[in-house]
C-alpha cells in the first residue's frame, strides 16, 4: 500500500490527509484524520456526458457506518446499515450547497462525490468529509473552482466562549449555545448552517471572521499539496449557440418578455417564454444527434432571464414585481379558527407564499428516539415540512419526503428550539407540521412564522415568538463592489440570483442561519450588511404575527392529553414500578395512563378524563411517608388479640394496639372491630425500621362509644 501523509492544523486541533491507492480507481481520494475521527472522500466524473444532457448532474452521499463508533444496530434480523439517518441527508446537503456552485454548469457529465465515515472520535466528521470532499476534488482531475475550507465556530451554554472545531460527540443540540458551520474561499462565504440561542448580529458576524481565518489555512494547504500531486484538470468545451438560434430567439421570445418582465404578469409571460422556446428549438433541432446543441440552446433563455433580472436590479433598483429592494411583500397571520379538535394551528401568508402548521402535543412516551452513528437522543421537539405538488401548480408524486423537504423541515426547526420551553415546565412532546400551500420565495422561512403561530394558538409557553425571512443578492461579476440586497425573495430573485441568505429569529437575536449561493462566494461585509436587512423585515413579520396573537394561550387544547408531574426519591421508583413491571401496569390499566419515571425520580403521567389525576393520587399514596401526627383513613385487614392491623394505602399499613382504639377498655378486640371497616387513624409512632403505630381514638375520640 502506498501512504503519503501531511500534517496542517486548524482551530489548533492538527488534521492528517493520508494519499494512498485505496480508491484508486476515482478520479480523486483522500482520507482525512483528526482526534480520532476519520472520513474517506471520493469523486469521480462520468466518462460520457451525451446521457446526461440538460443539467449538470451532481450527486453528493454521507455514508455513515454504525462500526465507526463500535456499535451494532439495526433490527433482530438486519444489521445492516438501511436507509441514510437524518443527519446524514443533512450532511449530504451541506456537501452539495457548498461545493455545486464552484462546478462549471455546462458540465453534462455526471459527477459523484462520496463521504465515507470510518471512525467517529472527537472531531466533528461533517466538518471533515466537507473538507476532505475538497481536497479529493482539488487534486482530481475534475474542473472545478475550489478549493474551499469548512470550519464550526461554536460556544456551549455551560463556557459560553467563541470556540473552533470543539465537537461533543455524545451531546445533543440543546447544548450549544451556537452552533455554527461555514465554508468559503478567498476571503468569501459560500455556505452556512447554524442554530444559536437569540446571537446578536454584531456576534455572528465577528464568528464569519473567524471562520475566514481558519478557512485561508485549509485553501493554502490545499494549493500547496496541488503543486506536488494534484491532476491536470481535464477540460470540457462549451458548446456554442448558432447565430440563426439566437436571432430566433431575438424575434420570437425576446419582445414578449421585454414587455411583461418586469410586471405584474413576470410569472405568466416567463412560463409562457418557457414553453415556446422550447417548442422552437424542437422544430429547429428534431433529431437525436441534436440533443447537445439543443441543450445548451434551451439554457440560452436563462442566461437571457439571468441577465436581465440581474441589470434592472443593479442599474435601476427594479425588482420584479416592482417592489424596492428593501420592501416586505403583503402579510398575513392567522391563529386557530380551523378546527376544535386540533391542539393548535397557524397560517402565514407572505405575498404568494402561503403555509398552514398545525400542532400535536402528546406525553413523554411520545418523543422520538434517535439511534445514530455519534449518539442516541430522544426529541421532544420535531418540526416537519411538506411541499405538495399543487404547492407550485404542479403535478407530482406524492408520498415519502425529499432531501430538500427533510432540509426545510430541520432548518425551521433549528429555529424555534431554543424557545421551546424546557421539559419540567411543559413535559409535553411537541410535533408541528408545515404544509406549504403556495409557493413563490422561501416557503421554509414562512414555515417558521406559522409554526411560531400554531406553537402559540396551541398554548405552548415559548419564551419570545420566532420569524424567518430571506434575503437575496444581485451582483455584478466585474466589481465586488457594485451590488444590490433583495429583502423578500422570491421565485424568479431565487432562481437567478446569487444568494439565498436564510435569517430566523427573535426581537432579541438569531436563531438559525442558512446560507445558499450560485456564485462562488459572498464577501463577509455584504453578509453583515444583509444580517441587518435581515432584522429590519424580521421586526416587521413579528409585529404581524404578535398583532395577531400577542402570547401563548393560557392553557392547551381540551382535546390534548392532561399531564401531570409527581417527584419521587429515587430509592422509591423500583416500588412504584415492582417486579417485573407489575405494580406501575396496574396503575396503567386502572386509570387508562401512560406513566414515564426518569431516573431522578420525576413521574409524568399523561391521561385524559381524570386519569391522569387518579393515577398521580395512587402513586403519591404509594409513596408517601407517613410521619407522626399525621392522620389517615384505613382499612382493618387483620384482626389480632392485641390489636388490628390497618391499611392507610396500596403500600403501607399499621398496628392499632388494643390500648388505642378506644378511650375506655377494651376487653376483646373483635367484639369492636371487624376486617373491612373503615377507620380514622393517626400516627403516633414510627420506629427505626419505618415500623408505623396507629392510634383510632388519637384520631377520633368518639369513633367507639362503649356498649351500654
Sequence with gaps: MQNKEYEVEIGGKKIIAMFSDLANQANGSVILKSEGTVVMATAVISKDGSKNLGFFNLTVEYLEKFYASGKILGGQYNKREGRPSDQAILAARM???????????????????????????????????????????????????????????????????????????????????????????????????????????????????????????????????????????????????????????????????????????????????????????????????????????????????????????????????????????????????????????????????????????GGPEDMLIVQGMESESKKRFMH?????????????????????????????????????????????????????????????QASICAATIALMDGGVPITTPVAGISVGLMASETDPNNYVLLTDIQGPEDHYGDMDFKVAGTKNGITAIQLDVKVDGVQIGVLKEALTHAKVARLQILETITNEIKEPRLGISPRAPMILTVKIKKDQIGMVIGPGGKNINAIREETGTEITIEEDGTVFVTGRNGGAEKAVKIIEEMTHEYKVGDTAEGVVVKIMEFGAFVKISSETEGLVHISEIAPFRVEKVSDIIKEGDKVPVKIIKVDEKGRINLSIKEANKDFYKPKA
Design 95 to 361: 456537501i452539495d450547497r457548498t461545493i455545486r456552485p464552484l462546478f462549471d454548469q455546462h458540465i453534462k457529465n455526471a459527477v459523484q462525490v462520496i463521504v465515507t465515515v470510518i471512525a467517529v472520535g472527537d472531531t466533528d466528521p461533517k466538518t471533515l468529509g466537507i473538507n476532505a470532499v475538497s481536497v479529493a476534488l482539488h487534486m482530481s482531475d475534475i474542473p472545478w473552482n475550489g478549493p474551499i475550507g469548512a470550519v464550526q465556530i461554536s460556544k456551549t451554554k455551560e463556557d459560553g466562549n467563541l470556540k473552533v472545531n470543539h465537537y461533543l460527540p455524545q451531546a445533543d443540540e440543546s447544548v450549544y449555545a451556537l452552533d455554527l458551520l461555514v465554508c468559503g474561499k478567498d476571503k468569501t462565504i459560500n455556505m452556512i448552517e447554524a442554530m444559536s440561542y437569540e446571537l446578536s448580529d454584531e456576534e455572528m458576524g465577528q464568528c464569519f471572521d473567524i471562520a475566514s481565518n481558519e478557512i485561508t489555512k485549509w485553501e493554502d494547504f490545499q494549493k500547496n499539496l496541488y503543486k506536488e500531486f494534484g491532476k491536470e484538470k481535464l477540460v470540457f468545451p462549451k458548446i456554442e449557440i448558432e447565430k440563426s438560434t439566437i436571432e430566433l430567439f431575438d424575434e420570437k421570445v425576446r419582445p414578449m418578455l421585454e414587455e411583461k418582465l418586469f410586471s405584474s404578469e413576470s410569472k405568466k409571460v416567463t412560463s409562457e417564454a418557457e414553453t415556446l422556446w422550447k417548442k422552437i428549438l424542437s422544430e429547429k433541432y428534431p433529431n437525436e444527434e441534436d440533443d447537445a446543441i439543443l441543450s445548451a440552446s434551451e439554457d440560452y433563455l436563462h442566461h437571457y432571464l439571468d441577465g436581465a433580472f440581474h441589470k434592472m436590479a443593479l442599474t435601476q433598483g427594479i425588482r420584479a414585481d416592482g417592489r424596492k429592494v428593501d420592501e416586505v411583500r403583503k402579510l398575513y397571520a392567522k391563529a386557530g379558527g380551523i378546527s376544535e379538535v386540533l391542539h393548535g394551528s397557524g397560517i402565514f401568508y407572505r405575498g404568494e407564499t402561503h403555509v398552514l402548521s398545525v400542532l400535536a402535543l
Design 384 to 444: 416537519h415540512y411538506n411541499f405538495p405538488p399543487y404547492s407550485g401548480g404542479e403535478t407530482g408524486r406524492v408520498g415519502g419526503i425529499n432531501r430538500r423537504e427533510m432540509g426545510h423541515g430541520f432548518l425551521a426547526e433549528k429555529a424555534l428550539t431554543p424557545v421551546i420551553p424546557n421539559k419540567i415546565n411543559f413535559p409535553y412532546t411537541i410535533r408541528v407540521v408545515s404544509e406549504s400551500t403556495a409557493s413563490n420565495g422561501s416557503t421554509s
